[in-house]
């Protein structure tokens, strides 16, 4: 079965410097989905950025960068230039399409607090 | 076009009560998923429902809860002869075909 592992459960940076949060998964599939998702005070779930596993470049949405591993079957995500608006728990989720079915697991968190 | 749409944001249930939460999926997404989250918890996978069919209820209790997608109206998960070990935040989530996951506001229960 696949897992999804965030061993920080809570990180803190500085406002206007970078950050970056871990996430490893373990799965035998070669087609899949990662996530990451931002789960602010309002506990709305966020989509921040994802990356298809059959694409090497590094996915990239403005501040939000990834680091996608696959042979290490790690998916970390660095933010730039943190604004106060970024703390919130963050969410690493795992998707396959190897089955027909679209089952997403997600990791645990990292809450990230960010320091004026 | 509108969001997932969660009824209720909030409901209060005393133990042995029923609770019903609804979910109408965005436009287009036939594809439904309910995740539990315990306070200062991640999200657990209870159930992926495409129209009218159970495609994985593995995360689900096998007692007590339930949950339907019909062919018309929203998706409801079900929790008979509440426990105050059901209280959570329930989401819903959509997703067309193949893409990402889209999040309605949740609906947080409590049960006294």
């Known amino acids: 079965a696949q897992t999804v592992t965030q061993s920080q459960p809570e990180m803190s940076v500085q406002e206007a410097e970078t950050v970056t949060l871990s996430c490893t998964y373990d799965?035998?599939?070669?087609?899949?989905?990662l996530f990451w998702y931002k789960q602010p005070p309002s506990r709305q779930m966020i989509l921040v950025i994802r990356?298809?596993?059959?694409?090497?470049q590094n996915a990239t949405e403005n501040r939000f960068s990834v680091n996608f591993q696959k042979a290490a079957k790690s998916f970390s995500l660095k933010i730039s230039d943190s604004q106060l608006g970024d703390a919130a728990m963050y969410f690493c989720a795992y998707r396959s399409d190897s089955s027909g079915t679209y089952k997403y697991i997600f990791g645990t968190g990292t809450r990230l607090k960010v320091l004026a | 076009n509108a969001g997932v749409m969660q009824n209720p944001r909030h409901l209060v249930r005393r133990r042995g009560q029923e609770a019903r939460l609804r979910c109408s999926p965005m436009k287009g997404h036939s594809h439904v998923y309910w995740y539990r989250q315990l306070p200062e918890e991640g999200l657990k996978f209870m159930v992926y429902l495409q129209k009218e069919n159970i495609i994985d209820e593995s995360g689900m209790p096998k007692e007590r809860f339930s949950a339907e997608f019909p062919k018309e109206g929203p998706s409801i998960l079900r929790i008979q002869q509440v426990v105050r070990g059901d209280s959570a935040a329930y989401f819903c989530?959509?997703?067309?075909?193949?893409?990402?996951?889209?999040f309605g506001e949740g609906s947080r229960l409590t049960v006294l």
């Open positions: 799965t035998s599939e070669s087609d899949y989905y």
């Open positions: 989530a959509s997703s067309p075909k193949a893409g990402e996951l889209f």
């Open positions: 990356q298809e596993a059959y694409k090497q």
